[in-house]
């Protein structure tokens, strides 16, 4: 599954999820929308998958984390306090020719890797990019032309408006990140629950971005789901370095050993001080080696007790918590890990991709918790009624307990290669010696191996 | 559990969901945000647990339905298409005294409501509602004025722009509905699927409705979870009046099986023609008694083939399908079952709350399958490392499968109650005699019960 690193890779897999059913452009009828995306038939129950076994993970298997699910339009206040406001920008050019617009930092990241460089532009200033750009004279990619405005910050938020009285309507934001919604309610958390410091705060769910980007298919995209989590403790009681060592570790335990991703697929960068905000003591990004070079799956920073001094300055409340042996009083610290679950759906996908050129197949290598279909059921034949009756129950009684496909036509081999394409990982074909002796044969997608098992034991199996 | 039509039990079960954590009021620090709620630690697993018990019934263990997750913000034309910019709105009024403004609709039925009696409005023009208004000699709410203007309609799509660049901004949409989201993909899913008709399409998510009337808690907000079906067949083969029946059947299994409603609280309405959309050949709504009245839970409407020609007129798009044994093209009508998780929601815990005089205690009798918790997990002295080490044990091993709670606070009997009062159906104690036998108590939620079960068999218990 070496295969990932080439653009041939994404194309055929972005031709794939079309086909089959995972992901189709947004709007399609209507000439489309850049930069959105569909999540079809087998696409939802592999993001429903991923996100379920991420809430598995890091909320219900652990006592010292709890779930939120905080509202996409919260108080507008919140997203001055947390700077998105005034600071969630973009930096942006003009062609004065062509009049298109340009992420400043795409175009300087995209003109070096035409050249086969990797050149970081994160954390630097408008006048630094503007530098490059005349250095390395990097020209209008639509239309050629070396003549650009100067680098201006856009605001990525999204704008709306609360009150369908335009002489009472107020501004109001789409969250731009799940994050905020649990400083907001880190008091009401507090007051309800019975958490201790260190305690952590997860939550997933939608958060949008106004990108002008087009966005590498569901990596970027205007309209995203995420899964944050703000781990909050005492900085006098619990030692920074270690906790985020943990977090890392438990981050990569859930990418190589939940998601099944190759170790040399993937790397850790470290925010150089440039780069990193000036509250953050550190941040880190897991970095997974898309066809489009490597980029950050899930981002881990000490946030120190910026966030909640900010909302505690914008609102007035005292969001503080006592020690309750010493009763000393002070604003807890956080580290946060924030991954984007479309970027780990997207990297499940190109790493599961593989061409079985010696079997003359594409199989979907998906982990099996995770893949849209657990089982397919299958009757032999179609025309005996026998047969699809026996199959029909089978597929009943598995389908109590996971989602399985169902597929009566053409020939078996046929459907073999069908589900291989979209990672089911197993295979159950009804035939006349089921009639008789009670057993299916039972066809693993990636060793093609078939065996014969009793009816009674197919659940077990998968 | 006939509380439920008391106020007084709202004002207690709004009071219980903030104590605990199951609902907050929105950006409480930034005091407050109109119609919106958070979802709290107790809360995300209740609602988590409805929608997925919806997703598995619905979805997964029917072989005609496929799920779906469609974006928020969509194509704009899709608006214009399904009705929702033309007519998507509310009537409202302004009192000329006080300049307070109100759902028209909403001030008629609260004026009859106050005198125990009640009145039938939708569907009915402004004109209508003005003289209802007029005869009845409503006065404001807010300053006991009569002095209204005449009712006017107001949009509830909450706008928004797509692109951060003002010249090239395009104006868009918060969805109303989910149900766009189908039709607009109706064509993707059936290219990409082995979907045959009849089957549905289903899915769940966020919409939003820019709402002036305050909303009785989580009944009404400005954002919402809904949980749509389109049911597509053709109507020259499937008969629509079983279909529709069937349905029936299904919502009624879902509310009075799965999540335990006793149905003397749950009625069906049909709407009389001046309420019906034109296109809907039939209309009904199961309704819940809440304590503020019967209301809307879960509509389901025949829509005939209305929604896929509007889309096909405005996009211009074929979305017919073929009839392959005669080849007739047709396009498909569809039945939708339409329901609001956030209404499921405050409804089972309406009927979950129980005061239970005898016992001095509160109790949600929530369903098993949906309550937070499954089971908590006790040692019986905090002090007894020995006691602790083997509860903790028992709560890894069980939070493997299922949301757990662990307390090691005050005595057993507080920790009931406190287990009684957010719906922990089962409590688990590590005692001195679990050393011994290797035996815990098990107490029952309901009945006060409590029965000796080894610690291997717990479990299956649960």
């Given at each position: 599954?070496?295969?990932?690193?080439?653009?041939?890779?994404?194309?055929?897999?972005?031709?794939l999820t079309?086909?089959?059913?995972?992901?189709?452009?947004?709007?399609?009828?209507?000439?489309g929308?850049?930069?959105?995306?569909?999540?079809?038939?087998?696409?939802?129950?592999?993001?429903?998958?991923?996100?379920?076994?991420?809430?598995?993970?890091?909320?219900?298997?652990?006592?010292?984390?709890?779930?939120?699910?905080?509202?996409?339009?919260?108080?507008?206040?919140?997203?001055?306090?947390?700077?998105?406001?005034?600071?969630?920008?973009?930096?942006?050019?003009?062609?004065?020719?062509?009049h298109?617009?340009?992420r400043?930092?795409?175009?300087?990241?995209?003109?070096?890797?035409?050249?086969?460089?990797?050149?970081?532009?994160?954390?630097?200033?408008?006048?630094?990019?503007?530098?490059?750009?005349?250095?390395?004279?990097?020209?209008?990619?639509?239309?050629?032309?070396?003549?650009?405005?100067?680098?201006?910050?856009?605001?990525?938020?999204?704008?709306?408006?609360?009150?369908?009285?335009?002489?009472?309507?107020?501004?109001?934001?789409?969250?731009?990140?799940?994050?905020?919604?649990?400083?907001?309610?880190?008091?009401?958390?507090?007051?309800?629950?019975?958490?201790?410091?260190?305690?952590?705060v997860?939550?997933?769910?939608?958060?949008?971005?106004?990108?002008?980007?087009?966005?590498?298919?569901?990596?970027?995209?205007?309209?995203?789901?995420?899964?944050?989590?703000?781990?909050?403790?005492?900085?006098?009681?619990?030692?920074?370095?270690?906790?985020?060592?943990?977090?890392?570790?438990?981050?990569?335990?859930?990418?190589?050993?939940?998601?099944?991703?190759?170790?040399?697929?993937?790397?850790?960068?470290?925010?150089?001080?440039?780069?990193?905000?000036?509250?953050?003591?550190?941040?880190?990004?897991?970095?997974?080696?898309?066809?489009?070079?490597?980029?950050?799956?899930w981002?881990?920073?000490?946030r120190?007790?910026?966030?909640?001094?900010?909302?505690?300055?914008?609102?007035?409340?005292?969001?503080?918590?006592?020690?309750?042996?010493?009763?000393?009083?002070?604003?807890?610290?956080?580290?946060?890990?924030?991954?984007?679950?479309?970027?780990?759906?997207?990297?499940?996908?190109?790493?599961?991709?593989?061409?079985?050129?010696?079997?003359?197949?594409?199989?979907?290598?998906?982990?099996?918790?995770?893949?849209?279909?657990?089982?397919?059921?299958?009757?032999?034949?179609?025309?005996?009624?026998?047969?699809?009756?026996?199959?029909?129950?089978?597929?009943?009684?598995?389908?109590?307990?996971?989602?399985?496909?169902?597929?009566?036509?053409?020939?078996?081999?046929?459907?073999?290669?069908?589900?291989?394409?979209?990672?089911?990982p197993?295979?159950?074909t009804?035939?006349?010696?089921?009639?008789?002796?009670?057993?299916?044969?039972?066809?693993?997608?990636?060793?093609?191996?078939?065996?014969?098992?009793?009816?009674?034991?197919?659940?077990?199996?998968?």
């Amino acid at each position: 599954m070496n295969q990932n690193t080439s653009s041939d890779t994404m194309n055929a897999l972005v031709s794939l999820t079309k086909r089959r059913g995972f992901v189709y452009p947004s709007s399609e009828i209507y000439g489309g929308l850049a930069n959105a995306y569909e999540y079809g038939p087998l696409g939802v129950e592999l993001k429903r998958n991923i996100m379920n076994l991420w809430w598995k993970r890091f909320i219900q298997q652990r006592a010292d984390m709890v779930g939120l699910d905080s509202s996409i339009i919260l108080h507008p206040k919140t997203w001055e306090a947390s700077g998105h406001v005034g600071g969630f920008s973009d930096p942006l050019i003009d062609c004065k020719q062509c009049h298109h617009r340009k992420r400043a930092d795409h175009l300087i990241e995209e003109h070096f890797a035409a050249k086969g460089e990797e050149k970081q532009v994160e954390g630097l200033a408008n006048e630094e990019l503007d530098q490059i750009i005349k250095d390395a004279k990097i020209p209008c990619p639509y239309c050629g032309a070396f003549d650009w405005t100067n680098v201006r910050q856009f605001n990525l938020l999204f704008e709306t408006s609360i009150g369908i009285v335009p002489e009472s309507e107020s501004k109001a934001y789409l969250r731009g990140e799940t994050a905020q919604g649990i400083f907001v309610t880190f008091k009401n958390i507090l007051d309800s629950t019975r958490v201790k410091l260190p305690f952590g705060v997860g939550q997933t769910g939608k958060s949008f971005r106004n990108e002008i980007t087009l966005g590498n298919f569901v990596f970027r995209t205007m309209e995203f789901e995420q899964a944050e989590i703000e781990y909050f403790f005492d900085p006098e009681q619990t030692d920074w370095v270690p906790l985020f060592a943990d977090w890392q570790d438990k981050m990569w335990q859930f990418v190589t050993g939940d998601l099944g991703i190759a170790t040399d697929h993937l790397r850790w960068r470290e925010h150089p001080d440039e780069e990193r905000s000036f509250y953050s003591k550190r941040t880190v990004d897991l970095e997974y080696q898309y066809p489009f070079g490597y980029k950050e799956l899930w981002g881990l920073a000490y946030r120190t007790d910026y966030d909640l001094k900010q909302h505690m300055e914008y609102s007035g409340q005292d969001l503080r918590v006592v020690d309750s042996s010493t009763g000393r009083k002070f604003v807890p610290h956080v580290i946060e890990p924030a991954v984007g679950i479309n970027r780990l759906f997207l990297m499940v996908l190109l790493e599961a991709y593989t061409q079985d050129e010696a079997n003359q197949r594409i199989v979907l290598k998906l982990p099996k918790q995770i893949a849209p279909y657990r089982a397919a059921v299958f009757p032999l034949l179609k025309n005996k009624p026998e047969l699809v009756a026996k199959a029909k129950e089978i597929f009943e009684q598995l389908s109590q307990d996971f989602p399985v496909a169902w597929d009566d036509r053409g020939n078996i081999g046929k459907r073999y290669l069908s589900q291989d394409e979209i990672g089911t990982p197993t295979c159950i074909t009804v035939d006349f010696q089921t009639l008789e002796d009670g057993t299916v044969t039972l066809r693993d997608r990636d060793s093609m191996q078939q065996t014969r098992v009793a009816v009674e034991d197919i659940a077990a199996q998968l």
